[in-house]
């Protein structure tokens, strides 16, 4: 079975974190380094994805200051979203090989891996058609946003980017508000927290995601290592 | 050397993808293009994906713009390309793959008058011959057969489940038979279709071969796939299925398919009950801040009951049956488009102001979307309160994998013969959905009689605490 390093950051500016990003991207390419899970929080950020509708951020320039919230427009698909402490954010850094390549089914997957994890806690977490994401009933709990990078010496590509898993109940009250997530204006987002009446941590959380992430993507279960690089 | 031009194009990238949007030209016009080098960006749901090139070469034109989008096929740039004499025998795996694969393929391939857009067709197809659904793999697996050997004559190439049941109609396109050889794996639809006449099953020369049923298997049920329509005519609309509707939904099935139910009905005089909740209720309401309804009585008059019949709290394990010690009951709580079932735990072990105040707590947190995992555990048997939307009879789906599920229905005024005479009593019917692979009708006529005998013997006197 391929292995998979699994890295917790712990709490970590997006645009370090994006940079890591695109040095492990290339590192992978050129078979340099193993094939990653980065499992991190992110200090308040939005990002903006390619959809690229501003009109989805509610706050100004001086309002993000006020709140000490950075703002980026990235590569992955989707539109505006939001991250911050009390959510678990997964950057599956994956070589995918062209042939049986599936954009779509990849999505899916993702979607799976937290659906399992959920079901877990009790909760019946679900697809909306048309929504990438896990929904609680009418309510976000993961956004999913991924780029497909095509790798410069193999045929295939490696993902980046992935899905943010909002853990703690003051990330749907502080980060969401600002925002219409994803663009959608008729739900709303939820927390694991929130659903489960319990307290949880987002690096315990990381850790439990870790053997439905091999399942679902065929690897052994990795353990983490606490990394320190950046 | 000649230069010919290749046209690209949008590439099937998933199965379920329809079109795509062009975000980003990586490569402008005179730029040189390597295979495999990124051309542009493409946008799909909640993807970003760079599109790879297919060949080597010049770009010459964008057929479509930035922020474009187009169905999959579309033509989306050309990319000049110099080609040996030979044929436009390109490095890529798929074409020679393709190429061996097919004998017949070559001449067509070769022919310089189509080399220019079947080559580029072939290139963006190529790696979509090896794309095959799930529902196809599995039905190749099933009738072993080996997809390579089926002609596709779905979108671009692709195997259809109808292929693969041609070919397994066929007996060709076998797992094992691939020595025979030349069996055609063309991605052009038009060739396709041309050598899918060798397919049918109807040439005599090929022996039709059963499918592999026997009469001693029981026919596999079909699994259903979904072919509905995708976007609602103008007398219809859609909802979608939330998660809680599919959990109930495959419940529901689950308990159908698998548990024999068997159904019956009690009547019982409620008169006393009807009356001593009209004495307490006011005195409840102000000093335990809940109303009092009639289902805590309800639920200590089952609990007391299974207590004597404890065959009602089992679950049927193939190979024996469980019975639980533990009295847990699930109470069906419906909301607007759904019913839950929190459990109130070991209910013998609580008197009727407890039950009333489990109940009303968990009907609020059910109705608020507060339930947590534990309040939906380990529940032994169901009771549901039908009769607050008016019903008088409801034959209910039993909570798998419990044994039996209760209803209580409507509380009526009727006339009833006492004695000899006529009263006006107030009735109601409590109707028993079981499992009839552990419960019998007798044991189960014991079990209501006793329901019956409890709830009748409230009366005035009964003291709450």
Redesign the interface.
């Known amino acids: 079975m391929p292995m998979l390093e699994a890295q917790w950051l712990a709490r970590m500016d997006y645009g370090i974190a994006w940079e890591l990003q695109k040095k492990l991207i290339r590192e992978i390419d050129r078979e340099e380094s193993s094939e990653a899970l980065l499992l991190l929080e992110h200090t308040p950020t939005y990002t903006i ?3 690229r509708h501003p009109e989805h951020l509610l706050y100004g320039k001086e309002e993000l200051a006020r709140r000490g919230i950075s703002l980026y427009e990235i ?4 539109d505006i979203t939001y991250h911050g402490p009390g959510q678990l954010v997964g950057y599956p850094l994956l070589y995918l090989d ?10 899916r997957n993702l979607e799976e891996v937290i659906i399992k994890l959920l079901a877990d ?6 697809r ?2 048309e929504y ?2 896990v ?4 309510s976000k709990i993961a956004a ?9 010496t193999r ?1 295939g ?1 490696v993902t980046s980017h992935g899905f943010a898993l909002n853990v703690k109940k003051n990330v749907e009250q502080e980060g969401f508000q600002g925002i219409i997530p994803c663009g959608i204006t008729e739900f709303g987002v939820t927390s694991l927290e929130t659903l ?3 307290e949880w941590q987002v690096e315990d959380i990381g850790r439990r995601i870790l053997p439905y992430f091999a399942e679902v993507f065929g690897y052994a279960v990795p353990t983490v290592i606490e990394s320190l690089s950046s | 050397m000649a230069k010919q031009i290749i046209e690209v194009t949008m590439p099937q ?5 329809v079109s795509a949007t062009i ?1 980003k030209w990586v490569k402008q016009p005179g730029d040189m293009v390597d295979m ?3 051309l542009c ?1 493409i ?10 090139s297919t060949v080597r070469g010049k770009l010459v034109k964008h057929l479509i713009g930035e922020g474009e989008t187009v169905e999959v096929g579309t033509a989306i740039c050309l990319i000049e390309t110099e080609v040996s004499d030979q044929s436009s025998q390109s490095t890529d795996n798929g074409v020679s793959e393709a190429a061996t694969a097919n004998p017949q393929m070559q001449p067509s391939a070769s022919r310089p008058l189509v080399s220019a857009s079947v080559s580029s067709a072939i290139d963006s197809n190529a ?1 979509m011959r ?2 095959y659904s799930p529902a196809v793999q599995k039905l190749a697996a099933e009738h072993g057969i080996d997809l390579s050997l089926v002609p596709g004559t779905g979108e671009g190439g692709r195997i259809t489940r109808k292929d693969v049941l041609v070919a397994a109609e066929s007996g060709s396109a076998k797992l094992g038979s691939a020595s025979t050889g030349g069996a055609p794996s063309s991605a052009q639809p038009s060739a396709g279709a041309a050598s899918a006449s060798h397919f049918v099953p109807m040439d005599p020369k090929v022996p039709v071969r059963s499918t592999g049923m026997h009469l001693t298997e029981s026919p596999r049920i079909p699994s259903v796939e979904s072919q509905a329509q995708e976007v609602p005519g103008r007398g219809e609309y859609f909802i ?1 299925i ?3 509707r ?2 109930i939904a495959s419940r529901m099935r689950q308990s159908v398919t698998e548990i024999p139910h068997a159904w019956t009905m009690i009547e019982v005089d409620v008169t006393n009950l009807v009356m001593l909740r009209g004495k307490l209720k006011d005195d409840f309401q102000r000093k335990e801040g809940i109303n009092l309804t009639y289902m805590p009585f309800l639920i200590k008059a089952v609990v007391n009951a299974i207590k004597d019949y404890p065959i009602m709290n089992s679950i049927w394990a193939v190979d024996k049956i469980i019975v639980k010690r533990d009295i847990n009951i699930s109470l069906a709580v419906g909301t607007e488009d759904s019913v839950i079932t929190p459990v109130i735990r070991n209910a013998d072990q609580k008197n009727v102001p407890g039950i009333a105040h489990e109940i009303d707590d968990l009907v609020r947190r059910t109705r608020n ?2 339930l ?3 309040d ?2 380990g529940g032994t048997f169901t009771v549901n309160n039908t009769g607050s939307f008016g019903s008088i009879l409801s034959q209910p789906i039993i909570n798998y994998p419990q044994a039996a599920i209760l209803t209580f229905e409507s509380i009526v005024k009727k006339p009833v013969v006492i004695n000899d005479m006529i009263a006006v009593r107030s009735m109601v019917n409590l109707c028993l959905s079981l499992d009839h692979r552990i419960l019998d009708g007798v044991i189960c006529g014991r079990f209501l009689q006793r329901v019956k005998e409890n709830l009748e013997s409230y009366n005035l006197d009964t003291k709450l605490y």
């Open positions: 994805g390619s959809d590569d992955r698909g989707g062209a042939v049986g390549l599936d954009l779509h089914a990849y999505l806690f009790g909760i019946s977490g679900g909306k058609p990438t994401g929904w609680v009933g009418d999913i946003g991924v780029k497909f990078n095509k790798a410069r045929r590509f489960t009446g319990l | 990238l998933a199965e379920s993808l975000d495999y080098e990124p960006d946008l799909t749901d909640k993807v970003n994906a760079e599109l790879p790696p090896h794309r979608d939330t998660p809680i599919n959990t979307n507060k947590t995992l534990t939906l555990q």
